[in-house]
């Protein structure tokens, strides 16, 4: 089972490939949009890599509750569960 | 004559040649070949296994996260638009957004896009396909693309005539222009179209050079237009973006001027949809109209960058539509094809033609065509093999370029 922190770096490494945001930034108590600049059509890119990187499903209306780094990092786990 | 003077102020390009204009009309001048043995994987299944890759990978120049967002055909129109708008000057100069216009255009659009996505779409599933498809795939991304960038907001257009669309942009260009819609237009074409089912689709339909292709063969031999062995064009890669401006509006600002577009002509064959008239009667109305619209004497059209693509047909109608027009005078012109070194850019091809066209005006020199080794006796055509010094004095040059679907586009340019 994947730690959080693995799930964190994963994801950053997701965020800095299709965003550009340098990966170090991407930490839990990061907001997506306002802090991290990461748009509507980038953050559907972000969602369908990481369901394939951590073999989960994130259902579209559930995208827009991921606010946070640590709002998906949360998801990901449970949905690992 | 057209009341309002249109001028060029501003050339980009990245080609098979050369990742700027410097190069690649280095490039050219010295007659060097653009065209490589392609080394993608799944070139084995295909029968023609050469092309014009562009010279400077466009993930060299481009920020990452912005070149992901675009069709590799979107990434060339923007690396040759910030050369293009450098080069003329335009950065701070107060220019209004709203008088400022694009046109680049793209015979095929995003195609390496459109089936990337579809295999994805195939193999993973319809979750997998990217949300950015659709604006990374249309016809008109890379106009769109440039006028977000430079805060275009007069006219966008992405004229579409398969391989004369980067011409015809240039030609709605002009009309921009005279019309008053704008006072600059960055102009031009891109195609990004080196992938197997394009290839594949050119390949039967007999267009490409099946030359070459094999183990130890001469790719940059391959591409000769007028040549008696010629067999098919060579597709190439690539964008160019040309700065097209009211000379009122350089004038005011001191711009530096390359050249002037004197006018241009568009017209269709309405004879099929990919042969050419055999006569070549659509193209020599297209080069009449051109000169006509800019009061162009016969006597003084010293240089055409021709159309030429290395098909057995095309050449030689190209070069009945120059003496249909020029009559006497065709004998003093000079006449080349810089495909023989690009390859054939399709949507790109009349764009990257008409840097090459401006840049002979302003040295006075023409590239030579290479690969010209027998010339075919039912072409007629001063051809230089190597560089050719174009005279001093009022000169003017065509770029022509025609598609299928029977367009014809003519540009005449002069010197300045």
């Known amino acids: 089972m994947a730690t959080t922190e693995e799930i964190r770096a994963d994801l950053a490494d997701i965020v800095n490939e299709v965003a550009g945001v340098d990966a170090d930034d991407v930490q839990l108590d990061k907001s997506f949009v306002d802090d991290l600049d990461v748009d509507s059509l980038s953050m559907v890119e972000v969602v369908v890599a990481a369901e394939e990187k951590f073999g989960v499903t994130i259902p579209d209306d559930e995208v827009k509750n991921l606010k946070t780094v640590g709002d998906a990092v949360a998801y990901i786990e449970r949905a690992q569960g | 004559m057209p009341s309002t003077r249109v001028v060029v102020t501003g050339l980009g390009t990245t080609s098979p040649v050369g990742g700027d204009v410097a190069s690649t009309w280095q490039a050219m001048l010295a007659g060097t070949s653009g065209i490589r043995h392609l080394t993608d994987e799944w070139v084995d299944q295909l029968p023609v296994r050469i092309g014009g890759r562009v010279a400077v990978e466009p993930s060299e120049v481009l920020e990452r996260v912005k070149a992901r967002r675009l069709d590799r055909s979107s990434q060339f129109a923007m690396v040759a638009a910030a050369q293009a708008w450098a080069d003329a000057g335009l950065e701070g100069s107060g220019l209004e957004p709203e008088r400022l216009a694009v046109a680049v255009a793209s015979g095929i659009g995003g195609v390496t896009t459109l089936l990337q996505n579809y295999d994805t779409l195939l193999e993973k599933g319809a979750r997998r396909v990217s949300p950015l498809a659709v604006p990374m795939l249309m016809p008109n991304a890379p106009a769109a693309n440039v006028s ?269």
């Not at chain 2, 064959?269 to 016969?298: K, S, Y």
């Not at chain 2, 070069?319 to 070194?341: F, I, N, P, W």
Request: proline residues 5%; contains cysteine; aromatic residues 2%.
């Open chain 2, 148 to 416: 977000l960038t430079y805060g275009a907001r007069a006219a966008v257009h992405a004229p579409t005539s398969a391989c004369a669309s980067g011409n015809e942009a240039i030609a709605m260009a002009i009309d921009m222009i005279r019309l008053g819609r704008a006072d600059v237009v960055l102009a031009g074409g891109t195609e990004a179209a080196i992938h197997p089912l394009p290839m594949a689709a050119f390949a039967n339909m007999m267009a490409l050079s099946k030359t070459g292709s094999e183990e130890g063969g001469d790719p940059t031999r391959v591409s000769r237009p007028w040549d008696t062995a010629r067999d098919g064009f060579v597709l190439g890669e690539g964008g160019a973006v040309l700065v097209l401006e009211s000379e009122e509006h350089a004038r005011a600002r001191g711009a530096t001027v390359y050249a002037e577009v004197r006018g241009a002509g568009i017209s269709n064959d309405a004879h099929d949809i990919a042969q050419p008239d055999p006569e070549g009667r659509g193209g020599t109305r297209a080069i009449q109209m051109a000169l006509r619209e800019g009061d162009v004497d016969p006597a003084t059209v010293v240089h055409v960058n021709a159309h030429a693509t290395s098909t057995p047909k095309g050449d030689i109608a190209e070069g009945l539509m120059l003496h249909a027009v020029l009559g006497e005078h065709a004998d003093r012109c000079v006449v080349t094809s810089t495909k023989s070194m690009t390859g054939h850019l399709l949507g790109g091809a009349g764009a990257l033609e008409a840097v090459a066209t401006v840049m002979a005006l302003h040295d006075r020199v023409s590239p030579p065509t290479i690969n010209l080794d027998e010339k075919d006796p039912e072409v007629d055509l001063d051809i230089p093999t190597s560089r050719r010094d174009l005279p001093e004095g009022d000169i003017v040059a065509l770029n022509n370029s025609f598609g299928f679907g029977g367009a014809n586009v003519a540009v005449a340019f002069g010197s300045v």
